[in-house]
Nanobody, 111 residues
Framework: QVQLVESGGGLVQPGGSLTLSCAASGFTFSSYAIAWYRQALGKQREFLAN???????TYTNSVKGRFTISRDNAKNTMYLQMNSLKPEDTAVYYC?????WGQGTQVTVSS
């Protein structure tokens, strides 16, 4: 059974940094692409970044240069390093694989 468990969210000041983790199980992690999404209150869920099995990455424009997606296949874990955080980055962050979603982790950017 596929499971995706996000962690690492929290409260951070504008300009700060945070690293999210997504621990995956139930599939051959190293063989598949996996992605990060987020959903702000009252808005649609939006794509942020994905990383292929070979490590190829894609980012949406709003986070390019600030966020870095990575993966550790030995740990079946994906990461999202977030720098220069802005209040508009406040959202629930989700990892996504095929039709599966994690439960999400809340990120709040506020002074």
């Amino acid at each position: 059974q596929v499971q995706l468990v996000e962690s690492g969210g929290g409260l951070v000041q504008p300009g700060g940094s945070l690293t999210l983790s997504c621990a995956a199980s139930g599939f051959t992690f190293s063989s598949y692409a996996i992605a990060w999404y987020r959903q702000a209150l009252g808005k649609q869920r939006e794509f942020l970044a994905n990383i292929g099995s070979s490590g190829t990455t894609t980012y949406t424009n709003s986070v390019k240069g600030r966020f870095t997606i990575s993966r550790d296949n030995a740990k079946n874990t994906m990461y999202l390093q977030m720098n220069s955080l802005k209040p508009e980055d406040t959202a629930v962050y989700y990892c996504h694989f095929q039709t599966y979603w994690g439960q999400g982790t809340q990120v709040t950017v506020s002074s």
